[in-house]
Every structure is written in C-alpha cells, then in structure tokens.
C-alpha cells in the first residue's frame, strides 16, 4: 500500500517537475541589426543566458537590417542607432516601439604615422573633409586647429572611409556633419547611407572601417569607440559646441545625454517615437559631439508565447545589464530613462 501511495506521488512529482520544464524550457530570440550595441549585446548573450538559460542570437548587419528584418517579422526585435523614419513607420503592419539600451560616442579614427601628437578635429572641418573640400593633411585649416603638429602634418591626401551598408553610426555621424556645415546637410544630408562624395572609400561594419583605416595610411573614418580602443587606432580629440576640446568617453556622453534630454525632441524622427533623442552637437562644457542612443525596436504587440520572454530580457538589459556598460566603452542610461523604459516595455501587450 505504501509502494503504491510512494509510487502514486513520485510519478505526481515526475509529471509537475516535467510540466514545470516544459513552461520554463529555455527559449531563443532572434535579434540583429546595429554594430554599434554589438559589443555589449554579445555581453548582455552571455551574461543572460548564465541567468535564465534563454539564448539571445544576435547578429550585427546594420541598422537598416534591423529595421527591415524587425518590419518584416523575420526578427524578433532589431537594434539601430537611428529611430525609424516615417516612411519606414509606414511600411510596419502594427505599432513600433524604440526602447534606449544603451549610449556612446562615435570616434573619428585616422592613420597618420608622421604624427606624434591626438588630432584635433572640429565640426565644420571633419564635414569639410567628408565632403571633399578638404582634401589633404597639410591644410590650413587642420594645421590651425593643431598648432603644436603642424610642421607634422604631411601632403599627403585624405581618404574617407564610411560604412558601405545601412548603418546607424552612418547616421549619427552624418548628422554631426549635416549640424556643423550647412552646405554638407544640403547636398549630402543625414542618413543611414548617404551619397558620399567621390573619392572616399566604403567598407562593412565598425570592423571593416576600423581594419582599413588600421592599416592603411592617411585614411580617416568612424567607428564606434570600442572597436578603436580594441585595435588600438588612434582616434581624434574634438572642439564641441562650446568650444572645448573632449575625448570620446562615457563621462563626455553623459555629458550630452544630460543636455540633450533636457528638451522634447520637435525634429524628425525624433519627435515620431517616445524615448528618442538627438545627442550629436549638444551643449555644454564635457559634451562630446558625435554620440547616441542605440535602440531596441520591436512590435508593440507581441506573441504571447515569445513575447514575454523577449520583455523580459530587454527590461534586464536596460536595469540589471547597465553594469557592464562603462567596462565596454558605453555610458549607462540615465536613471529616470532606464525607469522610463521599462514603463514602455510594460505597454507591451501579447496575442
């Protein structure tokens, strides 16, 4: 009698512990887009999988992969580093939302091996050169801003590099660009992938304009500051808004961030979706120009068997998972914004 109640309960055990695995078996999401989060994005893989056992798959494309997939449904949620534009808003067969994951600073890499000294850059310089009005080393005006190298500065052309695919960076560091110069925010403007000018040269990812720029000479290009710092390329000091000269660092980012949050966004796309802002060219002392918000965009209506588990990971990211960010060259989110994002991750609804 006893061996059938033991049995009878041991099989009732069984059947819950077998029923509770099946609900809470580890799930995947599927996830891809920005280079520029790809660094912590792989940390945050890592470190949420040790916690919960889901696996995060994500794969860096650019920004405009992670928009198009995310749009088409062959992703679960995509990353950019620029809000979606209307027409891309449009093409969406349901509401998006932008969740800020993280922020951080687009470094302006160069290969100058006759110079000793940083370079220091400026906004209507750096737009100038992309714009090929400045077309060599030993130019006026970026002899003026480096005063102390100048005699180093050779006569030597310039050669852009840019990333040859869709790419938030793109458009964060255009934008700087189109701020700082209007005749090059007329004739080449701010995009993901714009009509660069003759002359320069386009490569894939961070990866690919940070190894190009490594090892060829006289090359100037941008990247986010990681990928610089990793493979050790020397990146540029530049004159912000107020005219002092920063260096792209978490501090200098939250420096912009703190500027930047302080007005509602009015321009598109900004003023198209809740927790989008422009930190390029933004006021104060410590700010650095060229930085931004990478975005996690995804379907504000979810299935309700992946969509919880998708929630829960990205409320981690933007809580728990900003204590690796400093340790990657990323700046925390700002308190108030990582509460706010979970408040939007809450309005997401499952069918």
Request: proline share 6%; hydrophobic share 40%; glycine share 8%.
């Amino acid at each position: 009698m006893l061996r059938n109640v033991f049995c009878c309960v041991s099989f009732g055990l069984l059947l819950g512990l077998l029923g509770c695995g099946g609900s809470s078996s580890p799930k995947r999401i599927n996830a891809g887009g920005a280079t520029f989060v790809d660094p912590i994005m792989q940390k945050w893989a890592g470190e949420y999988r040790r916690k919960t056992g889901d696996e995060v798959d994500y794969i860096k494309k650019g920004s405009g992969y992670g928009i198009k997939q995310t749009v088409d449904r062959n992703l679960d949620f995509g990353c950019s580093d620029a809000p979606m534009l209307k027409k891309e808003v449009d093409q969406a067969d349901g509401e998006m939302i932008h969740v800020p994951l993280t922020m951080g600073a687009v470094a302006v890499i160069y290969n100058l091996p006759e110079l000793s000294a940083p370079l220091k850059l400026s906004g209507p310089v750096l737009a100038d050169i992309y714009h090929r009005k400045i077309t060599h080393w030993n130019d006026d005006r970026i002899k003026a801003l480096n005063p102390e190298a100048a005699g180093q500065l050779p006569a030597k052309e310039i050669v852009p590099v840019f990333r040859a695919e869709d790419s938030g960076t793109t458009n964060i560091f255009s934008e700087y660009l189109s701020k700082s110069s209007p005749s090059f925010a007329t004739e080449v403007g701010t995009s993901k992938k714009p009509k660069w000018p003759a002359g320069g040269i386009g490569q894939e990812g961070s990866d690919g304009v940070t190894s190009h720029v490594a090892k060829t000479p006289y090359c100037i290009g941008y990247v986010e500051i990681l990928f610089a710092k990793k493979n050790k390329v020397s990146f540029a000091t530049l004159q912000n808004k107020a005219g002092q000269f920063v260096t792209p660092d978490a501090e200098n980012v939250t420096a912009a961030a703190t500027a930047a949050m302080a007005t509602k966004p009015t321009a598109e796309p900004y003023s198209l979706h809740e927790l989008t802002y422009s930190l390029t060219n933004a006021d104060g002392e410590k700010s650095y120009p060229i930085a931004g918000f990478s975005y996690a965009i995804l379907y504000k209506k979810q299935p309700k068997d992946k969509g919880p588990v998708i929630v829960a990971f990205l409320k981690w990211t933007v809580t728990e998972g900003q204590q690796f960010a400093k340790e990657l060259e990323y700046a925390p989110l700002p308190a108030d914004l990582a509460a706010k994002a979970v408040v939007r991750l809450d309005q997401v609804t499952f069918e």
